[in-house]
């Protein structure tokens, strides 16, 4: 696979002078007003068995700035008000692709803070970035540098629920070339004790301290939720904990995310993960598994654009393939497994590790979709890490 000019995102906080911050916070405002009202008007068209596309919503939202009670749409720049009706049209374009649920209304409280900027939005100049609609550049802290000739497509700022503001430059890295090629594969299997488990016999374990930080999470949120009913100003400090803790767990997984992906890429020329796509649709119930979940989303978009930017493959295998029923040694499969079973041994004399012996199964299945090809098409990689064609099965379960 040639890869030669890879999009990559840099990805840096920033300190907003307060006209900035009341600029963009009012720009998160009409983002999220403009993406709810064409969700709306698409809604009600899907009811009339009609499809509104991407012109027709930016031709409603020339209209919308027209009235009165929606002119104030007109006082930021319009450019992250298309991106997140683009953004609208990607939902609406999975959905109908059944890769995702119906696109949700965006919420004050719950939604991500974020405004796009296409170049239009923005001026990038001697390393300086200045949006629309500003007259200063932001205050960016370079925790580490562009790389030589970078410049920057797209430009995404967003302010966490801890407060904290980002900016997301999506740049061409000319820097970037393939590994040269390796002959190893291997299976990833995720867990809930591990974060990961490798077809070779390695386990990757959760990131340290994380376990205290959960019971401190759990602590906060008791606590937030104690205060559901309580005075406003005590409630919004307890939902400030609950969102500090939240961002550090999330840091601490990142950055060990990024280090374990580069690595696994590094090694190996073929990568083999379960798809979890569908199961992550499913409503969490508890917090490991919410957690896990999405670290695991994280760790597949990471491990999928590294694979393409290094020239690697990564081979998403249906989730419904008994990884963990199948011995890997006989190809018997079990009647049972509940979850407790960390090890067991088949009537062929093999004591498995349950979770290596997913992996290794994953391996073996992922392997025969790239040898057997015909009919198959197992999920490709691509630098944006959307994978956009659902494979079939190797075995299904019976
Ligand atoms: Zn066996």
Redesign the pocket.
């Known amino acids: 696979m040639a890869v030669t000019h890879v999009k990559r995102a840099f990805k840096y906080r920033f300190y907003p002078s307060d006209a900035q911050a009341v600029e963009l916070s009012r720009t998160f405002g009409c983002v999220r007003k403009v993406y709810n009202l064409a969700l709306a008007a698409r809604t009600q068209a899907w009811a009339r068995q009609e499809r509104v596309n991407y012109n027709a919503t930016s031709t409603m939202l020339t209209a919308w700035k027209k009235t009165e009670e929606l002119a104030f749409l007109g006082d930021v720049s319009s450019v992250p008000l298309q991106q997140t009706l683009r953004h609208l049209q990607t939902a609406f374009t999975h959905f109908f692709a059944k890769r995702a649920k119906y696109p949700r209304f965006k919420s004050r409280k719950r939604s991500r803070k974020s405004a796009e900027y296409t170049t239009s939005g923005f001026r990038f100049r001697d390393g300086r970035l200045t949006l629309a609609k500003m007259a200063d550049p932001l205050d960016i802290v370079w925790s580490r540098p562009l790389p030589e000739g970078a410049t920057p497509s797209t430009v995404t700022v967003s302010q966490d629920a801890a407060g904290r503001w980002f900016v997301s430059m999506l740049c061409d890295d000319p820097s970037i070339q393939p590994f040269p090629a390796a002959d190893s594969a291997v299976g990833i299997d995720v867990g809930l004790d591990h974060l990961l488990t490798l077809s070779t016999g390695e386990k990757i374990a959760n990131p340290r301290h994380e376990r205290r930080d959960r019971t401190r999470l759990a602590k906060a949120q008791r606590e937030l939720s104690r205060k559901a009913k309580g005075d406003g100003a005590n409630r919004a400090k307890a939902r400030r904990k609950v969102a500090r803790i939240h961002a550090r767990i999330a840091d601490r997984r990142r950055d060990m995310l990024h280090k374990l992906t580069t690595r696994l890429v590094r090694e190996n020329q073929t990568l083999v993960i379960e798809d979890l796509t569908v199961r992550n649709m499913v409503r969490n119930h508890t917090l490991a598994r919410a957690i896990s979940d999405a670290s695991w989303s994280e760790f597949r978009f990471l491990l999928e654009y590294k694979a393409a930017w290094y020239g690697r493959e990564v081979i998403a295998v249906d989730r419904f393939f008994p990884s963990s029923r199948l011995?890997s040694?006989?190809g018997?499969l079990q009647a049972k497994m509940p979850l407790s079973v960390r090890t067991w041994t088949?009537?062929?004399g093999?004591t498995h590790d349950r979770d290596v012996n997913a992996a290794k199964n994953l391996l073996a299945a992922g392997l025969a979709v790239t040898v057997c090809g015909a009919g198959v098409r197992p999920q490709r990689s691509s630098p944006g890490g959307q994978s956009a064609t659902k494979q079939k099965t190797p075995r299904r379960e019976p």
């Open positions: 011995c040694v006989c018997t088949c009537d062929c093999t």
